[in-house]
């Protein structure tokens, strides 16, 4: 690897040594404060030994009158050749008259918008966002946001850009519309972390979407259950098959019935209680649960006792039952998706168009269709707005409008 000449710096005036990685690694701290040795093969390159154990390359170089100092890494990261190899392409940076330190600011300040994204993907982490949610975003980002302006700085982004890339799925009404909204969050999370001052995507409408309107019928309801019923009775489907059919019994979000525990369960009462960190809303929610819904929690509860006594059995000492209704081996320690098995239950059951959350707007539906008031359908599904429950969730039962419109007028 060639090198442009450093003969031209000024250099400080050090106890200079020659680096070796023998030596590097024998480094020992100082009693106090810290300790800095330059490196006689390349100028300006020194190492820094805190009294701490930390050890870092620097690279010290004169610029514009200006004597400068900046970290290269960590020495125990980095080996001796490839310090060495760095602190050469600096100093050419040097005699070229650009700053390294400027340099790696304006990245650190102006970052790529595939660092951006990366970014806002450990902002949704931190969220607590479900690994559903996390997963199609990352798809979003990797599929069709990247390619278009992944290499392209987060300043350097104008609204033609996004346009360009919600154009190109004009085909795809709902992609599209998502794509535009994980951007919009994107650059949103650009402006408070002041990467930049506006926002791109302001202006660049979505697409028009048609209502989703879906719901289970009777028949289909019968078919999901039937087929719920058999894999409750194999081992490895149980858990899946529990969660789903507590889906429908109880209208709640996934994610929410995911994480609950068995604390949040009254059965004697019949009541879900749910902490505000477990909510959408960020607030308690409690409420009552249909019988179907108790019984198969406490069907759910001996099963697992039971596994915990037959386990405890095998290995002779006691083994307590997991808090979590619904535990895995997954980093949080519960169930987190189960879409694989909900797609083999829409085989089974022969549906089409079926999506997990349908259930949820089933749930809603019957109950308003029998002519539950909306505030106790409100309380049941936990929705704080009405509007949003009769606009998403209330869906049209057949039979419903000739029954509404028989004898209006005598």
Same mark, same amino acid.
């Given at each position: ?78 080996? =001796? ?7 050469? #392409? ?28 990366? #970014? ?42 996004? &346009? ?92 929410? =019935? ?5 604390? +949040? ?47 405890? #059995? ?5 083994? #307590? ?56 359908? +409100? ?22 409008? &000739? ?8």
């Amino acid at each position: 690897m060639q090198h442009p000449a450093t003969s031209s710096l000024t250099m400080p005036k050090d106890n200079k040594v020659n680096f070796t990685q023998r030596y590097i690694d024998a480094l020992k701290p100082p009693a106090e404060g810290e300790t800095l040795i330059m490196d006689s093969k390349v100028p300006g390159l020194g190492i820094r030994v805190r009294y701490t154990g930390k050890v870092v390359y620097v690279l010290r170089y004169q610029l514009g009158g200006l004597h400068k100092k900046m970290t290269i890494g960590d020495a125990k990261l980095i080996k =001796l050749e490839s310090a060495r190899d760095r602190a050469l #392409e600096l100093l050419g940076d040097v005699q070229a008259e650009n700053d390294p330190i400027a340099q790696r600011n304006d990245w650190r300040n102006n970052p790529p918008v595939r660092q951006l994204g990366a #970014e806002t993907i450990e902002h949704l982490k931190s969220l607590d966002r479900s690994a559903t949610y996390i997963e199609d975003s990352q798809r979003l980002l990797d599929r069709y946001i990247l390619p278009a302006i992944g290499d392209m700085r987060v300043r350097d982004v104008g609204a033609r850009d996004i &346009e360009k890339i919600i154009h190109q799925l004009k085909g795809k009404t709902r992609t599209g519309n998502l794509v535009r909204s994980f951007l919009s969050r994107m650059f949103k999370l650009a402006r408070k972390w002041t990467y930049r001052m506006d926002d791109p995507t302001y202006g660049v409408e979505k697409f028009e979407e048609q209502a989703r309107e879906r719901f289970y019928s009777l028949a289909e309801l019968d078919k999901i259950r039937t087929v719920l019923g058999q894999k409750l009775t194999e081992t490895r489907f149980r858990q899946s098959a529990g969660a789903t059919l507590l889906l429908l019994y109880t209208g709640a979000r996934p994610r929410e =019935l995911f994480k609950s525990t068995w604390e +949040m369960f009254d059965l004697e009462a019949g009541v879900w209680t749910k902490p505000s960190h477990h909510t959408k809303q960020k607030k308690v929610h409690s409420h009552k649960l249909a019988q179907e819904a108790i019984d198969l929690l406490k069907s759910i509860r001996s099963a697992a006792e039971a596994d915990a006594k037959g386990k405890a #059995e095998k290995i002779g000492q006691p083994v #307590e039952v997991s808090p979590f209704v619904f535990p895995s081996d997954s980093k949080g320690g519960h169930l987190t998706t189960i879409k694989k098995f909900w797609a083999e239950v829409c085989k089974l059951a022969e549906l089409t168009d079926a999506h997990l959350y349908d259930l949820r707007k089933t749930f809603a539906t019957l109950l308003l269709s029998r002519g539950v008031d909306i505030k106790t359908v +409100m309380k049941l599904t936990g929705h704080t707005q009405a509007s949003t429950l009769l606009r998403h969730y209330a869906m049209v039962v057949g039979g419903a409008e &000739e029954k509404a419109l028989e004898g209006l007028f005598g």
